[in-house]
């Protein structure tokens, strides 16, 4: 029998009436013969006003207890839920984290899911009842209550779905695994597979928050790497730990209205189409906080000694920009969440002294930033983006890139004009095949996009049924040296608006197709730009970025330099798993090559060292993460 998890979002279940329709929803498809599985989260806005009351008794509540007090606002969801199910005819019984097994870490306040147990489940649905569970939260090996992180009901939604999906068969009580040949759930739920559907306020994923720019567009589908980014860099529609599930295990997704019956956006594998536009969406964060590290020695395992150290309290760095060296001294530029400052400028500082080096940050800065993997493709994208920001007099703070995304940091007060003048520049706002339509028009117009059918031939199944006994862990899929490109690097370029986006825009009038991009602030005013091109156009590139360079200030110093080598680690969850850049610095480290450039983003993390140690390097990454 097809089985349903249906997610329904604190939107969702604030009232009776709401419940009560949501319960309905369930009761559609139990009755149209799937098995249904409801994850539920706090009402409206239970979960921050357990915040405000826990503030109200200490501004730093412990994590534990947080736990404790956050899980109850899952459990009155599930109660009412199964009383709404059970009144209105249908057999259901609610459970909590802990009583399915979600066994997590013991990170409080953002655990990482390690196992679920799938037996007390698969028990209840096969006595034909609706299990309905609370999302959010688990249990550590030693019974405490633990919490994913806010936005956490979508992981446990899918973390359900996909173990169900290929462990769904586990009866008795000694974990038996049957994950036979299970068929993915058909690109649209049908047959005998497993589907998803997030439930929320919002008809879809749209081009970016429709709530900011009311002019956004509804997704008919995405993929899970574009909704990976987009999720990680500030699109709150979706909690980023869900759709690495999601990838990982092969669930397709359905974001859909908790209030009306239209079609969401589907979240599928990668298809052909997805590359015809160069970004399919962007995002802001409004609260970052960016921290720089001004003067550090320009030395193999400084990078290293950092963020061990930031990693070590579990805090994810966002972005990071490290500059190539001058004089020997570098500066690493990275950006938190603003709640996670106070814990990092704590961890950095006493490094920083340590190191003969000085610690500023600032606070009213927000993150602005475009996907699409048609990126990988279409070019002249980064440059569009700046010439953007350049024409809404939008200074850019720091620049970092990934394969299918680029981020820039900007201030606060330009951050929402920010992401309206790329949203315009790419079209975002414009009809377009596989984004919804305006509202009147007819459909023939643009063609909807169907969503890729899900097919797991050939998919390794034993490995997924060890990457079940430890869900949550990082996936690394790749390592990868590229030496076919140089760097250019203009030292002290004045830091104001529309500097960077001459220089793109000359390189990009002589053909010169650019790749990585780093900008950081390096000093009072002054901010340092290095990118990377095609050796065979590195001399014509550096003549192009000198003149440009040079009418800014005629003393501008810009370096080429062709003996660069670039390494990938290419996997799902790069950035929030703390431990990655820890892992890959410190592989780096250990053998006492310097890092010069480093950019981060989920999917992929990226370092540039000396050319001739890129080999060894790739050595160096392939044992750390175990790739062959
Ligand atoms: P739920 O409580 O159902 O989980 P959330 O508030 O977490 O709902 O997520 C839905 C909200 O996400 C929307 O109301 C919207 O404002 C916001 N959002 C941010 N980015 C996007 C996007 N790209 N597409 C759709 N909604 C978005
Ligand atoms: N209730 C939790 C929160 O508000 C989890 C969730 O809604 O997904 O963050
Ligand atoms: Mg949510």
């Not at 969503?451 to 430890?470: E, F, M």
């Not at 003549?543 to 003393?555: G, K, S």
């Not at 990938?568 to 929030?576: D, E, K, P, S, W």
């Given at each position: 029998m097809?089985?349903?998890?249906?997610?329904?979002?604190?939107?969702?279940?604030?009232?009776?009436?709401?419940?009560?329709r949501a319960a309905r929803r369930a009761i559609n498809a139990r009755q149209a013969g799937s098995q249904v599985i409801v994850v539920v989260s706090a009402r409206g806005d239970t979960t921050d006003e357990l915040i405000e009351l826990a503030k109200e008794i200490t501004?730093?509540?412990?994590?534990?207890?947080m736990d404790m007090l956050l899980a109850t606002g899952e459990q009155i969801s599930i109660a009412l839920m199964a009383m709404a199910i059970q009144t209105l005819g249908e057999k259901a019984i609610s459970f909590t984290g802990a009583q399915i097994g979600i066994v997590t870490d013991s990170y409080h306040t953002k655990a990482r899911i390690k196992n679920i147990s799938t037996q007390r489940m698969r028990q209840a649905l096969d006595e034909g009842k609706i299990v309905i569970v609370a999302g959010f939260q688990g249990i550590d090996e030693d019974y405490n209550i633990t919490t994913l992180g806010r936005g956490g009901s979508d992981t446990t939604a899918v973390a359900l779905a996909a173990v169900m999906k290929h462990r769904g068969q586990e009866t008795g009580g000694r974990g038996q695994e049957a994950a036979g040949r299970n068929?993915?759930?058909g690109g649209r739920g049908q047959g005998s597979g497993v589907g998803?559907?997030?439930?929320?306020d919002v008809d879809g994923v749209y081009t970016t928050d429709p709530r900011i720019v009311p002019e956004a567009r509804k997704l008919d589908a995405i993929s899970y790497d574009e909704m990976l980014e987009l999720a990680s860099v500030g699109a709150g529609v979706m909690h980023s730990r869900s759709i690495e599930f999601a990838k990982k295990f092969d669930v397709p997704l359905q974001v859909r209205s908790s209030f009306t019956d239209t079609e969401g956006t589907w979240?599928?594998?990668e298809s052909e189409w997805m590359h015809d536009v160069p970004v399919c969406g962007a995002a802001i964060v409004k609260d970052e906080a960016r921290v720089g590290i001004v003067g550090v020695p320009d030395q193999p395992g400084i990078s290293h000694r950092i963020f061990s150290a930031i990693a070590q309290e579990n805090i994810a760095v966002d972005m990071i920009a490290q500059n190539v060296g001058s004089g020997g001294k570098a500066s690493i530029g990275f950006t938190v969440t603003k709640t996670e400052l106070p814990n990092t400028l704590a961890v950095v500082r006493p490094l920083a002294v340590s190191l003969g080096a000085s610690v500023e940050h600032a606070e009213e800065v927000s993150k602005v930033s475009i996907v699409g993997t048609g990126m990988r493709t279409h070019t002249g994208v980064a440059e569009r983006m700046f010439a953007a920001l350049a024409g809404a007099g939008v200074n850019m703070k720091m620049i970092t890139t990934g394969d299918i995304k680029i981020s820039v940091l900007v201030d606060k007060a330009d951050g929402v004009k920010a992401l309206r003048s790329v949203h315009q520049t790419f079209q975002l706002d414009k009809p377009r095949a596989g984004a919804g339509l305006p509202v009147g028009a007819t459909p023939a117009a643009v063609p909807a996009r169907a969503p890729a059918v899900l097919d797991d031939n050939g998919r390794d199944l034993a490995a997924i049924t060890q990457q079940l006994s430890s869900m949550e862990e990082i996936v690394v899929s790749d390592v990868q040296l590229s030496t076919d490109q140089g760097s250019i690097t203009v030292f002290d370029l004045p830091d104001e608006t529309g500097n960077c986006s001459k220089?793109?825009?000359a390189v990009a009038a002589g053909g010169i197709i650019v790749d990585t991009i780093v900008q950081n602030l390096a000093g009072p005013g002054r901010a340092q730009l290095s990118f990377s091109?095609?050796?065979?156009?590195?001399?014509?590139a550096l003549q192009l970025t000198c003149a440009v360079a040079q009418n800014f200030d005629p003393a501008a110093q810009v370096l080429a330099d062709a003996n660069i080598a670039r390494l990938f680690v290419l996997g799902i969850g790069m950035r929030t798993h703390t431990g990655v850049a820890r892992r890959m610095f410190g592989?780096?480290?250990?053998?006492?090559?310097n890092i010069r450039m480093i950019n981060t983003s989920e999917v992929r993390v990226s370092v540039v060292v000396d050319q001739p140690r890129g080999e060894e390097a790739l050595a160096a990454l392939k044992a750390a993460f175990n790739v062959r």
């Amino acid at each position: 029998m097809p089985l349903v998890v249906q997610k329904f979002g604190g939107s969702s279940v604030a009232t009776a009436e709401r419940i009560m329709r949501a319960a309905r929803r369930a009761i559609n498809a139990r009755q149209a013969g799937s098995q249904v599985i409801v994850v539920v989260s706090a009402r409206g806005d239970t979960t921050d006003e357990l915040i405000e009351l826990a503030k109200e008794i200490t501004d730093r509540p412990p994590a534990r207890e947080m736990d404790m007090l956050l899980a109850t606002g899952e459990q009155i969801s599930i109660a009412l839920m199964a009383m709404a199910i059970q009144t209105l005819g249908e057999k259901a019984i609610s459970f909590t984290g802990a009583q399915i097994g979600i066994v997590t870490d013991s990170y409080h306040t953002k655990a990482r899911i390690k196992n679920i147990s799938t037996q007390r489940m698969r028990q209840a649905l096969d006595e034909g009842k609706i299990v309905i569970v609370a999302g959010f939260q688990g249990i550590d090996e030693d019974y405490n209550i633990t919490t994913l992180g806010r936005g956490g009901s979508d992981t446990t939604a899918v973390a359900l779905a996909a173990v169900m999906k290929h462990r769904g068969q586990e009866t008795g009580g000694r974990g038996q695994e049957a994950a036979g040949r299970n068929q993915g759930a058909g690109g649209r739920g049908q047959g005998s597979g497993v589907g998803c559907e997030i439930y929320t306020d919002v008809d879809g994923v749209y081009t970016t928050d429709p709530r900011i720019v009311p002019e956004a567009r509804k997704l008919d589908a995405i993929s899970y790497d574009e909704m990976l980014e987009l999720a990680s860099v500030g699109a709150g529609v979706m909690h980023s730990r869900s759709i690495e599930f999601a990838k990982k295990f092969d669930v397709p997704l359905q974001v859909r209205s908790s209030f009306t019956d239209t079609e969401g956006t589907w979240i599928v594998p990668e298809s052909e189409w997805m590359h015809d536009v160069p970004v399919c969406g962007a995002a802001i964060v409004k609260d970052e906080a960016r921290v720089g590290i001004v003067g550090v020695p320009d030395q193999p395992g400084i990078s290293h000694r950092i963020f061990s150290a930031i990693a070590q309290e579990n805090i994810a760095v966002d972005m990071i920009a490290q500059n190539v060296g001058s004089g020997g001294k570098a500066s690493i530029g990275f950006t938190v969440t603003k709640t996670e400052l106070p814990n990092t400028l704590a961890v950095v500082r006493p490094l920083a002294v340590s190191l003969g080096a000085s610690v500023e940050h600032a606070e009213e800065v927000s993150k602005v930033s475009i996907v699409g993997t048609g990126m990988r493709t279409h070019t002249g994208v980064a440059e569009r983006m700046f010439a953007a920001l350049a024409g809404a007099g939008v200074n850019m703070k720091m620049i970092t890139t990934g394969d299918i995304k680029i981020s820039v940091l900007v201030d606060k007060a330009d951050g929402v004009k920010a992401l309206r003048s790329v949203h315009q520049t790419f079209q975002l706002d414009k009809p377009r095949a596989g984004a919804g339509l305006p509202v009147g028009a007819t459909p023939a117009a643009v063609p909807a996009r169907a969503p890729a059918v899900l097919d797991d031939n050939g998919r390794d199944l034993a490995a997924i049924t060890q990457q079940l006994s430890s869900m949550e862990e990082i996936v690394v899929s790749d390592v990868q040296l590229s030496t076919d490109q140089g760097s250019i690097t203009v030292f002290d370029l004045p830091d104001e608006t529309g500097n960077c986006s001459k220089v793109f825009q000359a390189v990009a009038a002589g053909g010169i197709i650019v790749d990585t991009i780093v900008q950081n602030l390096a000093g009072p005013g002054r901010a340092q730009l290095s990118f990377s091109v095609p050796q065979a156009d590195l001399d014509r590139a550096l003549q192009l970025t000198c003149a440009v360079a040079q009418n800014f200030d005629p003393a501008a110093q810009v370096l080429a330099d062709a003996n660069i080598a670039r390494l990938f680690v290419l996997g799902i969850g790069m950035r929030t798993h703390t431990g990655v850049a820890r892992r890959m610095f410190g592989a780096l480290a250990e053998r006492g090559i310097n890092i010069r450039m480093i950019n981060t983003s989920e999917v992929r993390v990226s370092v540039v060292v000396d050319q001739p140690r890129g080999e060894e390097a790739l050595a160096a990454l392939k044992a750390a993460f175990n790739v062959r």
